[in-house]
């Protein structure tokens, strides 16, 4: 106990603040960066200490806020970009819900540097991912035990997040079972992935089988595992067997939750970047059940039935040009509200702040002829036939 609080200081006392000229903070995030000194051993057992550059993001207030720690995949070609990983949307998403949020661009990434590689895990038909993943665990251990320091944080309110090979590197973390961790997410998580050379076909599902099985022996708190039926680094069949394999020799197998989601644009296996207006719900009711307060519109409203919320065909005008901004409010997050006038041929739309039905309400009353009246509020459809 006493080396791990000597090591939590040194990290504080050398953390440095840093910031890129060509990339501005973001004031409203409340944006900054570190460099936060690690140790790690590669699949070689050397022995690497370096800085690493670490994205923080706060709401505004003093807190207690609970912590986020989001973590980056593995390009399998080119590791220096991007130079500093930020995930602003998905930062936004933790901020909005009250989250203090961490963003490490790991070791052998970005500004971190390329050289050495330390999360390197062998060549394919020759893979060593638990060493490489128990690198990637270490950082973002780092990374937490870090965060934990920060005054305005509540400790014991964790959830780490990430995607492909960070999305493994949650599960890594959660097998585990850090103090305050209280939920992981993993999007299309695992390792040896190549698209082009080798689609649908990663580099030794045999031995991610097995690691994803020795995770489920230990881990304890939440998870929740999203993949798509056209994931080109993974296909369709192995993320099933990899979760099988952890709910089989799990003691807590009724804590982890597959959601399978449908082929998502020509490669699944983006859709944590680029399919944020489908898998947020799914996100928010994961974390709503973790005890996390899911931002929402004030009031009382009801699923009127009318349509389902994605399908911007079901909406009642005949404007393209509506029908194109209901797409943009598909996009926003919660709280949200696309509003129409009662003739259908006006409408407005706001999200992402408490106010978003008045805000849209007003920008439909500027040139509605008729009563303007909301179609949709969050992730229900209100609006009624007669009306």
Known sequence: ????????????ATSSEIARADEPLSAVLNESVIKLPVTVKTIFNQVTTKEMVVTQFKPNGEGP????????????????????ERFLQATKYFVNRGFAVWVPTRLGYGDSGTEPDPEYSGTCSGKNYLAAYEVAATTTLDVMAYAKQQSYVDPGRIVVLGQSYGGMTAITVAAKNPAGLI??????????????????????????KELFGLYGKTAKVPSLWIYTENDKYFGP?????????FQKLSSASQLAEYRAMPAFGDNGHFYFSRGFSTWRPVVDDFLRRQGIAI??????FQDSGFANIN???SLPVSSAELRERYVKFL?????????LD??????GYAGGMPDALEKALAICQKRAQKECLAYAVDDKVVWKKNE
């Open 65 to 84: 806020f609970p912590i986020a720690i989001l973590m980056h995949g593995r390009s399998y070609k080119d590791r220096s970009k991007p130079g500093r």
């Open 311 to 313: 399908e911007p065909a």
């Open 331 to 339: 996009e926003l997050d919660v709280p949200r509200a696309f509003v």
């Open 183 to 208: 939920a992981a997410i993993n999007f299309a998580g695992g390792g040896g992935g190549n698209p082009e050379t080798q689609p649908n076909e990663p580099c030794r599902p045999d031995l991610l």
């Open 237 to 245: 069949v192995y993320p099933k067997q990899w979760f099988a394999e």
């Open 295 to 300: 931002p929402h519109t004030p009031g009382s």
């Open 1 to 12: 106990m006493k080396h791990a609080a000597l090591l939590i200081l040194l990290m504080l």
């Open 342 to 347: 009662a003739a259908g041929e006006f409408g």
